[in-house]
């Protein structure tokens, strides 16, 4: 019954690798984004999705690619990863009209070491 | 660039007492939607309250409510009889209402309410 469901929960890596995080929502939305929650709970938006086409995207470094197969899903993958990548990332979805409030998943912890 | 102030890093209330979280806002839109977001230790990110700002009405929902300034362009969420459960980051959001995929969340820096039995 998970609204928005991200994986993994937690993930912890090395400087340098490539990781994944995935994202699906199966409340019909339209729209999905990516949130970046530093260290001092401060959010930011990262990417926005609307029927699998990117919408915004706020100034990521390009090592950040999401990827949205379809609507339900929007996945994000992070290439070398660096320290200060530590965060948690949280997924979202809308309907897509200014109203519409967003659904969040539960967050991933991702921990560069 | 729309910007959310919430100027208290923390608060604190005693368990069945009232507190109001503060909450301002910086735009130049006349149209556009404003929300309370609550996040316990759970990470989970819980939607608390909404406004429209086309409406002068306060949003109510049960204990929460807000205080909705339009002119002075001010949020502030009220909540009553606080219970323990209430302990969490609160963040105030922005949303704008110009349709066709510019529009986004723009979240304060949050405020962490701790509740003291």
């Known amino acids: 019954d998970t609204a928005v469901s991200q994986t993994p929960k937690y993930l912890v890596t090395q400087m340098g690798n490539d990781k994944s995080i995935k994202c699906e929502q199966n409340l019909g939305h339209d729209t999905m984004y990516w949130y970046k929650q530093d260290s001092k709970k401060f959010l930011k938006i990262m990417f926005s999705y609307n029927n699998k086409e990117l919408i915004i995207n706020e100034t990521v470094p390009n090592r950040f690619s999401p990827k949205s197969p379809d609507k339900a899903h929007l996945n994000l993958h992070i290439n070398s990863l660096e320290l200060g990548d530590s965060a948690v990332y949280f997924c979202a979805s809308s309907q897509g009209q200014v109203n519409s409030p967003l659904h969040f998943g539960n967050g991933t912890r991702l921990t560069v070491t | 660039a729309q910007t959310v102030t919430q100027s208290q890093p923390e608060m604190s209330v005693q368990e069945a007492e009232t507190v109001t979280l503060s909450c301002t806002y910086d735009t130049s839109e006349s149209d556009y939607y404003l929300f309370w977001y609550k996040q316990p230790p759970s990470r989970q990110m819980i939607l608390v309250i909404r406004q429209e700002a086309y409406k002068q009405q306060n949003a109510t929902e049960n204990r929460f409510s807000v205080n909705f300034q339009k002119a002075a362009k001010s949020f502030s969420l009220k909540i009553s009889d606080s219970q323990l459960g209430d302990a969490a980051m609160y963040f105030c959001?922005?949303?704008?209402?110009?349709?066709?995929?510019?529009?986004?969340?723009?979240f304060g820096k949050g405020t962490k309410l701790t509740v003291n039995p």
């Open positions: 959001a922005y949303r704008s209402f110009t349709q066709g995929g510019s529009e986004k969340l723009v």
